[in-house]
């Protein structure tokens, strides 16, 4: 059965986790299509962005805790079931998150593996693994730390309080929040925008952003400077240039 719905809308992959009546829970199944078809999308060349969504109740509530509850240490270890989250980092085109209701655990670390979060007024963030005697496992304690601080993070996780939509604005947890009945709309516009940017300057700007969590300032600086190099090598490069001095609104090839 499908856990997901995936579907293309002009240049933007979208996938919809559909598991509405647990919550969106991510099982192996889930996890397993939403892996498959970011990469998928990765590689087809008309595609241009990709859209993640829940539904307006759940984003995800976080990791199915049904498959999780009688494992012992030697089955986690063997199923090694975030080996396959890691895939996500390698996805080299933007991916939008759209989330309405809940983004808890699981659900909140897969949102931060996205590279734009439009968020609902009515969702709720947090990491409540603590309440399961577990903390987080997919990322949550290294991406939520960078993502609003020490101080911030613990309180989330040592705690397993939820935060409102609001407060997820004000941490810098997501970058924007919109009325309850948009936050689909919402997020699809944004792909719709990203999608008539230069595909090439997309990749090429969230590489050295990431690359911001992997290295030194120096380092960083010389990924950077690479990367703007490089992209006077496209046809882009050339038509967005040649048009801001023609007045004109310039079409992107991806090249
Ligand atoms: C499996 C889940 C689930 C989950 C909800 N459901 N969350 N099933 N795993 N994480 C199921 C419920 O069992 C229920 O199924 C249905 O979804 C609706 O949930 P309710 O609890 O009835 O809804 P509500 O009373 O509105 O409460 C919503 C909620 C609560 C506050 C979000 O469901 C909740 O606390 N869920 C667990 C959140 C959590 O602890 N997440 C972290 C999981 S651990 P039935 O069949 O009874 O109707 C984790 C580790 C991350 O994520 C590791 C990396 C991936």
Redesign the pocket.
Known sequence: MSETTIETRDHIGIIRLNRP???N??NTTLMTQVIEALEQFDRDNNIRCMLLAGDQRAFA??????EMADATMIEMHHRNM?GRWDRIKKIRKPIVAAVSG?A???GC?LMMCCDIVVASETARFGQ??V??A?I???GGTQRLTRAIGKARAMDLILTGRMITADEALAMGLVSRVVPAEQWFDAALQLCQELCEKAPMALQAGKDAVNSAFETTLTEGIEVEKKLFYMLFATDDQTEGMRAFVEKRKPVFVGR
């Open positions: 009546d647990k919550l829970a991510l509530a976080g990791a199915d805790i049904n975030f809940y808890l655990g699981g670390e409540p693994e309440n399961l577990i987080p496992g997919a």
